[in-house]
């Protein structure tokens, strides 16, 4: 059971732009970085955004990141077929002692 | 060019011991935070356990569902990283996977190896 809190689903047509959301509390998104990953089917996860909203090199910069208080979001730009994946959010819990993943989030290209 | 590959998965029995390995090439196992990720197949991501750099002491943490039963390590010479599972239970079904500096922007993944646990 995760502390972290994703909608199980998001979609959107080609162009448009989605939204993630990710709930946690003050003892981790409150407190600390926010990571977003993506996985496609059949495939290792990859990380899309580190502390909070900073892209690693070579992931477009349709991709976003943002924190405000308990929550954090990942923002999709420009909708394409191959977001078409898995999507989770992390961060250290102080209160485990450990990290914690988000419940997890399937994005849809209608 | 970085990698890691995991083997070691299988079929075990509830209560039995499997150790995983987590093969690494293109960088030394010492120097970085390694980390282990699992998941169910068809579900979400769990953390599972870390080690931090040799010269950082080599501090290790664990998720509370796996403390006392899995212990994470490292064989500097053999440049692999090991998770010895003990006490194994049917809820520790899923892919393991070996990662070099998780959330950091060298993060690697390996490919995942699959852990089953069933009489």
């Known amino acids: 059971q995760s502390v972290l809190t994703q909608p199980p689903s998001a979609s959107g047509t080609p162009g448009q732009r989605v939204i993630i959301s990710c709930s946690g509390s003050?003892?981790?998104?409150?407190?600390?970085?926010v990571y977003w990953h993506q996985q496609l089917p059949g495939t290792a996860p990859k990380l899309l955004i580190y502390n909070d909203y900073q892209r690693p090199s070579g992931v477009p910069d349709r991709f976003s990141g943002s924190k405000s208080g308990t929550s954090a979001s990942l923002a999709i730009s420009g909708l394409r077929s191959e977001d078409e994946a898995d999507y989770y959010c992390a961060a250290w819990d102080d209160s485990l002692s450990g990290y914690v993943f988000g419940t997890g989030t399937k994005v849809t290209v209608l | 060019e970085v990698q890691v590959v995991e083997s070691g998965g299988g079929l075990v029995q509830p209560g039995g011991s499997l150790r995983l390995s987590c093969a690494a090439s293109?960088?030394?196992?010492?120097?970085?935070?390694m980390h282990w990720v699992r998941q169910v197949p068809g579900k979400g991501l769990v953390w599972v356990s870390r080690i931090n750099p040799e010269d950082e002491g080599g501090i290790t943490n664990y998720a509370d569902s796996v403390k006392g039963r899995f212990t994470i390590s490292r064989d500097n010479a053999e440049n692999t990283l090991y998770l010895q599972m003990n006490s194994l239970r049917v809820e520790d079904v899923a892919v393991y996977y070996c990662?070099?500096?998780?959330?950091?922007?060298?993060?690697?993944w390996g490919q995942g190896t699959l852990v089953i646990v069933s009489s």
């Open positions: 003050w003892s981790n998104v409150g407190r600390d970085n």
């Open positions: 293109g960088f030394a196992v010492s120097n970085y935070w």
């Open positions: 990662i070099r500096d998780l959330f950091g922007p060298r993060e690697t």
